[in-house]
């Protein structure tokens, strides 16, 4: 019995060995998929990147586009209210001078409305105010009448206009100095 023993141990480990040797193909496959597992997440992450950065950069192509569809829906008309806007001046020189007859004021009401429908609106300025370069142009300077007038508005040559939240043309005054 003592021979069968040494035996057993020997045959045990030539079992190990011989399952070392068989395990030894099965775990350079086991490798190679981890390795094949490992390019494919870092290929689904790099997918995964490639689609943030495409979605976030078309979320703000976007935003842009709905930005300038806004503005150019405020602005579509500037050309011609700007063309019109003279007009508008002629009939204001008219009527502060009383060369108006009823006719000419229904027009000039009805150029007003219109212009209004559209979006036009006239900046607020009136003599007395102080200068706002943000608002007004300075078309001259004149000396100031007393001490209060200087640096303020004396005169408005041409009303300033906004259309939508734009300015499109400055108040055009004089100032004291």
């Known amino acids: 019995m003592k021979n069968k023993r040494p035996d057993s141990t020997k045959e045990a480990v030539m079992d190990n ?69 003279p007009v508008l001046d002629d009939f204001d020189r008219a009527a502060k001078n009383g060369a108006l007859n009823e006719g000419m004021a229904l027009i000039h009401q009805k150029i007003t409305n219109t212009l209004q429908n559209k979006g036009l609106t006239l900046l607020e300025v009136k003599a007395g105010d102080d200068f706002n370069p943000d608002t007004q142009e ?12 200087k640096g303020k508005i004396v005169d408005i ?14 108040a055009k005054v004089v100032i004291g100095r």
């Open 138 to 149: 300075a078309v001259a300077e004149i000396p100031a009448a007393s001490e209060e007038l």
């Open 17 to 85: 060995n011989t399952e070392n040797t068989e395990n030894t193909p099965e775990q350079e496959r086991l490798a190679e998929l981890e390795a094949k597992v490992e390019t494919l997440t870092q290929q689904l992450d790099e997918s995964r990147n490639k689609y943030l950065y495409l979605f976030s950069d078309f979320e703000n192509f976007k935003r842009n586009a709905a930005k300038e569809r806004i503005e150019l829906q405020q602005t579509a008309g500037r050309d011609i209210v700007t063309a019109l806007l």
């Open 157 to 170: 040559v041409e009303q300033g206009y906004q259309l939508g939240d734009r300015i499109i043309r400055f």
